[in-house]
């Protein structure tokens, strides 16, 4: 008759709140019932939900995963298309990266600007308080380049 969700959740180590949410957005497909209505899963929903869980870590965003769910399921067809989608990604987090690298060099010279004082005279604070939408967009803009 298969497993529970909270076996499921234990073999692979994903919360029940996020298989169901993964059921609800169509991530996963929604397993039989039995007649109290008790979700029941088999090794096809853990693999399933494993493939989602790993892809889930690498950063991949809901619908890239959904994109790599229905070419998983063409075997036989090119995996250009696979490629294509995992080179879009990576340019991604090379583009976050850049972004926090400028975040952190920014946070880094408003610590060594610090004069160590007291909190009113705080430099950290100082730039937070007043700058902090136009310190920003600064920071973006200069990330962009």
Known sequence: MGFSIGELARRT???V???RYYEQIGL???PPRTEGQQRRYDASHASRLNFVRHARELGFEVDAIRELL???AKPN???SEVD???RRHIAEIDRRIAHLTTLRAELQ???DE???GRVCECRVIETLADSSHEHGRAIESRSRK
């Open 13 to 15: 180590k994903v919360k």
């Open 28 to 30: 996963m497909p929604p």
């Open 70 to 72: 229905a070419m998983s």
């Open 109 to 111: 010279r408003t610590v």
């Open 84 to 86: 294509e989608l995992a």
């Open 114 to 116: 610090c004069g160590r």
């Open 77 to 79: 067809q090119s995996c």
């Open 17 to 19: 709140p996020t298989i």
